[in-house]
């Protein structure tokens, strides 16, 4: 993956991810009274499909936000942890709407399908600014000299890493501290939508 763009990561994977819910939705509006097994077999292979894609699409998301200032991981994981929402409020309105119960499926998959498309327009609205080209088409990560201080938490622990040339020893239980909320977010993300 690293030989190609985050860019041409997240479109294809985005795309693809699309697609197979179109697929998805034309299934959902079909009667598969008469073909059950092959129905099955269809979602089950679009299901691994759809997965391995957000998979490669979330990392790269993840690869990119890790290229800007500390703050936009934040906000990466936050998006994360907003989407769990996502499915409630769908909820809320497909009943609002009062959508018949067999037609409920193929509405939340044109709902998630059009929330797709919607994403991918904003992620190439947003790739033609100055300053996302700036961090996000960088081959070098941003080092300390480049952030301003005050975006630093630990300042001398940062100062001490760059004058020492041995590789600093990782504590992961303070780490694990220090990134507690980020932590939870996935956790709680992962336990409620899997």
């Given at each position: 993956?690293?030989?190609?763009?985050?860019?041409?990561?997240i479109?294809?994977?985005?795309?693809?991810?699309i697609l197979?819910?179109?697929?998805i939705?034309?299934?959902?509006?079909?009667?598969?009274d008469?073909?059950?097994e092959?129905?099955?077999f269809?979602i089950l292979?679009?299901?691994?499909?759809?997965?391995?894609?957000?998979?490669?699409?979330?990392?790269?998301?993840?690869?990119?936000?890790?290229?800007?200032?500390?703050?936009?991981?934040?906000?990466?994981?936050l998006?994360?942890?907003?989407?769990?929402?996502?499915?409630?409020?769908?909820?809320?309105?497909?009943?609002?709407?009062?959508?018949?119960?067999?037609?409920?499926?193929?509405?939340?998959?044109?709902?998630?399908?059009?929330?797709?498309?919607?994403?991918?327009?904003?992620?190439?609205l947003?790739?033609?600014?100055?300053?996302?080209?700036y961090?996000?088409?960088?081959?070098?990560?941003?080092?300390?000299?480049?952030?301003?201080?005050?975006?630093?938490e630990d300042?001398?622990?940062?100062?001490?890493?760059?004058?020492?040339?041995?590789?600093?020893?990782?504590?992961?239980?303070?780490?694990?501290?220090?990134?507690?909320?980020?932590c939870?977010?996935?956790?709680?993300?992962?336990?409620?939508?899997?």
């Open positions: 993956g690293a030989q190609y763009s985050s860019r041409k990561r479109n294809i994977s985005n795309g693809l991810i197979l819910f179109m697929m939705s034309v299934l959902a509006a079909t009667n598969s008469e073909w059950q092959l129905f099955l269809l292979t679009i299901v691994i499909l759809v997965s391995s894609f957000a998979s490669v699409f979330t990392g790269s998301i993840f690869g990119l936000a890790g290229k800007f200032p500390a703050k936009y991981m934040g906000g990466a994981m998006g994360q942890a907003v989407g769990a929402v996502f499915p409630a409020i769908a909820v809320i309105i497909i009943l609002a709407l009062n959508i018949q119960a067999k037609d409920v499926g193929l509405t939340c998959f044109l709902l998630a399908t059009a929330f797709l498309i919607l994403g991918m327009l904003a992620f190439n947003v790739n033609r600014s100055h300053y996302f080209r961090f996000s088409h960088s081959n070098v990560r941003k080092t300390s000299n480049t952030r301003k201080i005050s975006e630093m300042v001398e622990g940062y100062i001490e890493i760059g004058k020492s040339k041995a590789l600093p020893s990782t504590n992961f239980l303070r780490l694990f501290i220090r990134a507690k909320m980020y939870l977010a996935i956790f709680f993300t992962s336990f409620f939508t899997l």
